[in-house]
């Protein structure tokens, strides 16, 4: 039998990722002569990766980014974000029980995010999360990003999985569109980022809290999870 694979998006489904990337997204703007984007459209606009958040919240605050600022913002976003990349940011509850149990059973674990790879890949090491995760595709990782189903695919390939056997675990359309077109599996956490209500993403299943992840993959891949309900 194959081994299972599961592969997990970042932001706002690992970890409450957002008050540490709009801080960064607003320090950005006012630089820039914007004012700051409220607190209660934070998740309204997180998602897709550092260059999108910004660009929303140029459009957020009056006339939209020129592709020149966008760059010129991207690179100050990376910086400052490198800085303070997990200062308000921590791990969901039942994330890492979840993880133990996965690694104790040698599941293959990856981490499919377009967030770029170097932060990523920091943001795990500064949650203590770098050990469950032997492959991170980013955002610039390939020349592609979700939801093209290669983002997945390459974490399979290099985790030696199978994709007959491997499950993605999501927030948001990118997450489970991708899921779709690379014919796999999805969970989605009604917890995390999403433009776009929880229900209409076209999940194969959605969980409140991860406590629920082990029925969910017993459900999803029941040759492989048997007994995890």
């Known amino acids: 039998m194959p081994r299972p694979t599961i592969l997990f998006d970042l932001d706002g489904t690992l970890a409450d990722t957002a008050g540490d990337l709009c801080e960064t997204m607003n320090v950005v703007l006012t630089r820039h002569g914007r004012e700051r984007v409220p607190a209660t ?12 958040l910004l660009e929303r919240g140029f459009a957020e605050t009056g006339a939209p980014a020129s592709e020149a600022l966008l760059d010129q ?39 499919c995010t377009n967030k770029v790879e170097r932060l990523s890949r920091q943001l795990l090491e500064k949650l203590g999360l770098d050990g469950y995760f032997p492959v991170v595709i980013g955002g610039d990782t390939l020349s592609v990003k979700k939801p093209d189903p290669e983002h997945l695919f390459e974490a399979v390939r290099l985790l030696g999985g199978d994709r007959r056997t491997t499950l993605m675990v999501g927030d948001s359309e990118a997450d489970i569109d991708a899921a779709k077109n690379a014919k796999m599996p999805s969970i989605c956490v009604s917890f995390g980022y999403t433009r776009q209500p929880v229900t209409e993403l ?17 459900t999803l891949l029941p040759d492989q999870f048997d007994g995890w309900r």
Request: charged share 20%; no cysteine; net charge negative.
């Open 73 to 111: 913002t991207f690179e100050e976003f990376i910086s400052y974000y490198s800085e303070h990349i997990a200062d308000h940011t921590a791990i969901w509850p039942g994330v890492v029980p979840v993880l133990d149990r996965l690694q104790a059973a040698d599941v293959a674990l990856g981490v």
């Open 41 to 52: 459209r934070v998740r309204h606009l997180v998602g897709g990766g550092a260059r999108l």
């Open 202 to 218: 076209g999940a194969d299943i959605i969980i409140d809290h991860f406590d629920e992840f082990p029925r969910a993959l017993a």
